[in-house]
């Protein structure tokens, strides 16, 4: 019997190892104490958030509960080590656990924000105010900055699009232009903050929508023309070099789409249990989040074959090499069925893109190797039953 059982087990951990075997060398840090979770925003003690309180004893057989303390220190050594300001945040989303690095910490969002945009919409469409299949134009004045790959099919006079479309596009593609038309149809900015509102979520922050964010994140103050061409770049290079420095400090300092780490992931297990949404947005959601085309080296990069993960990634500007949010999140589902919500926010760092990627793939490696050390400790012993 025990021989199957460490057959199952190292069948589940060859499918994990480059990533998660790579990663587990990082967990013989020095220790931490779990903190509460009114912390300081601006300390960097790891915070680990309890998981609810049991209101019944199980019964069957389980993995043990809780965050292992290799995942503990694992986190706060990547969080500590990293050369830059860095939210990393953690959520197990079935016990309610949550095990994170500067997590009450706000940081850019980016288009990150554009989860939010795409939930708004499918909660009006569980409202019945919106349907998926209406057809709207997309015209030309809707033109913004930055990634909008639909731009190649503005004509004169626009073009036709569903908003299933726009959402696809905006949540895969990370257009900016589906997105921000997405946004303004839904009813602005103000629609995503009742929707937070709706839902009691905490620690996320709705920007003024693309035009006037990346222009005052520039320095600028928006307008149209600047959506023609390359007038954006042209006006933002003229400026000196001290006005972009203190409008990147003044955004970084107090990011206005900003978002915490703790709030993040908080969010994202709620998505995954299907409190923010109908059952059925609920499932396209996750599914176009799994179907993402961007930043399939961030966090994706460290999730092993057989294992499903729907994610969102955001990048901001850079300035002399500095770069405002590079990030990505999402939630991951292991292959018995577990969710982890997963949050990395890089609010600023001058290091090159190949170790911020690196950072978030040993993240992802250390939830797979939590997760494959539960299931491990539950065939060797780690077995709690109702008696």
Partial sequence: MRNRISAGISSICRRAACVALASVALTGCSGIIPQAAAQNAQSNTPYIAPPPQETRQPERAEMPRGPSRQLSEAIEALGRDFSGEVGIAVRDVEEGWTVSWNGERWLPQQSVSKTWVAMTVLDQVDRGEMSLDRMVRVRPEDAVVFHQPMLSRMGNGGFQASIRELFVQ??????????????????????????????????????????????????????????????????????????????????????????????????????????????????????????????????????????QFGHKTGTGQNLNGMVAGYNDVGILTTPDGRNYAVAVLIGNTRVGIPARQQLMQRVMGQVVSHHLRRRYELFTGGIRTSD
């Fill in 170 to 307: 905006a949540m895969t593609r990370s257009d900016n232009l589906a997105n921000d038309r997405l946004l303004w149809l839904a009813g602005g900015p103000d629609a995503v903050r009742a929707f937070f509102a709706r839902n009691d979520l905490q620690g996320l922050r709705f920007g003024p929508g693309e035009r006037e964010l990346q222009a005052g994140i520039a320095g600028l103050t928006w307008r149209q023309a600047m959506a023609r061409g390359r007038a954006f770049y042209t006006a933002r290079s003229n400026l000196a070099q001290s006005i972009r420095r203190a409008a990147m400090d003044r955004y970084l300092a107090d990011p206005v789409d900003g978002a915490t780490p703790n709030g993040m992931v908080e969010a994202l297990a709620r998505l995954a249990q299907g409190e923010l949404l109908s059952e059925r947005s609920t499932r396209l959601m996750i599914d176009t989040m799994r179907a993402s085309r961007t930043g399939p080296r961030r966090l994706s990069g460290g999730v092993p074959s057989g294992w």
